[in-house]
């Protein structure tokens, strides 16, 4: 302890405080100095991602292509600027939280450098969210406004917005009485610069939970994140990067992703989906060479090019990731699509492992990877939270640069969901092979994987129960050959069953995203219960088997 000095002058407010960090956990002290003294955290900013290079020496290289849109990096950085001035007109401010849920548009990537570059946190939904997950987000976040698309097919994004405890609805499309997104645009102004120590963006954590959970990600930890993820896959100038994920998604967002591609002098090809009739076109007439894809994806493709017309042959790298894929249909990527195959095996929750682009193809092919950062902690435990033997199957935990101490005002999650020194329990079953590679064996949180969406069994059973003929439900996964999982829940009803389609309609009326639905719907009189008399999930599960 030093001696404490009395201060000299009375402190002046210098700065504005950064408003509303209070649920935010952020490193210990001493972490943060290592981090920074070891060059993991510098003063970049997210709304900073553009390569400065690029930018002074190429303004007219091409940043970004959306439909018919083609932005050079000079349109993109103007762009983003006119945009972040638009929104300070709006009223929104540095700290505020704006929860935006466009689609994979150059307004997505418009919406996000100017709310960054304004240090106005973006929070990312997915396009396929709905009453039920933005309605608790807005209020989660105290979000200032909601920026989305008019519409996703039949759904009307406006309608839900009508709803939504927000000042400001802004609209990509036709607005009727809200914001158009075209119109948040103004002559640039002075901007001042946030602190890269605060929240740039919040993600969304797949969920294990009743409720989605939010997940702050700094501007120092997110641009390490990405800048590093980028060297790793050695994306640069060259890059032409396929976004068939939502752009929304921490894989395609950032692993190494768009921001990835920007910070690097790339190109990003946007397109609506990963479906063959619209991807292939794009990577024959763009030439992508990079493209980030789901297992289902990748199942999909490889079968795809056998009768698709179009010429893939520019793709170098398909990084496969979000679910697991297996060892034999990785082996089968190089011969099939004539590309790399890259695991990564990430989390919006920070860590994230990538097998990287010299390792032998046993290692490519048959395992998720390793840690991205020399500064990543790993530790591989049992049930009592002890170390397993080298190469045994234990819970993996970690903790680092860009991994979150806790999640966004969530003390009683955080509890559980930490250990006391700071590691993150992820929940996922791994081994470690002597390498350093990760092989995920399995799963210990009560969520299913239904091809990298993830769907909470908490969540989609609190709904289930809401429905007059529920008496309990259970939801467990159901192994698939495409999806990996799909979603079974496991009825006791009161007296006549509900149909499927019947339980489908109950849950959209309830505003939850169609993703989350049960794929299948079993009737049973009673729960099979564990010794301290829990449902037995595996129970229900080896009858599906
Ligand atoms: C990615 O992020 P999230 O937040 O949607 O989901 C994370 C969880 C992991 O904890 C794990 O359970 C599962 O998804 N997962 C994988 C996997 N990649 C993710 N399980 C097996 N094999 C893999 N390769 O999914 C995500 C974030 C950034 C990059 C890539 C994926």
Known sequence: MTEPTAPTRPTAPTAPTEPDQNGFTPWPEDLADRYIAEGYWGDRLLGDVLNGDVLRDDPGRIALVAGDERLSYADLDRRADRAAAG????????????????????????????????????????????????????????????????????????????????????????????????????????????????????????GTTGLPKLIPRTHRDYVYNLEASAEVCGFGGRTVYLVVLPAAHNFALACPGILGVLATGGTVVLAPSGSPDEAFPLIERERATVCAVVPPIALLWLDAVSWAEEDVSSLELLQVGGAKFAAERAAEVPGTLGCRVQQVFGMAEGLLNYTRLDDPRELAEGTQGRPLSPADEIRIVDGDGADVAPGEIGELLTR????????????????????????????????????????????????????GDKVSAEELENHLLAHPAVHDAAVVGLPDPMMGERTCAFLVVRDTAPTLPEIKEFLRGRGLAAYKFPDRIETVDTFPRTPVGKISKKELAARLA
């Open 400 to 451: 680092g640069p860009y991994t979150l101490r806790g999640y966004y005002r969530a003390p009683e999650h955080n509890a559980r969901s930490f250990t006391p020194d700071g590691f993150y329990r992820t929940g996922d079953l791994v081994r470690r092979l002597p390498s350093g590679h990760l092989v995920v064996e399995g799963r210990e949180k009560d969520q299913i994987n239904r091809g």
């Open 87 to 206: 929104w300070l007109r709006l009223g929104v401010r540095r700290g505020d939280r704006v929860v935006v849920q466009l689609p994979n548009s150059a307004g997505f990537v418009v919406t996000f450098l100017a709310l960054v570059r304004i240090g106005a946190a973006p929070v990312l939904a997915l396009p396929a969210h709905r009453e039920s997950e933005i309605g608790y987000l807005c209020e989660l976040a105290g979000a200032r406004a909601y920026a989305a698309a008019d519409r996703d097919g039949a759904f009307d994004y406006r309608v839900m917005a009508r709803a939504l405890p927000v000042e400001h609805v802004v609209i990509e499309g036709d607005a009727q009485e809200f914001t158009a997104l075209a119109d948040v645009d103004a002559d640039p102004v002075e901007i001042e610069r946030p602190d890269p120590a605060t929240v740039g963006v919040f993600l969304l954590s797949g």
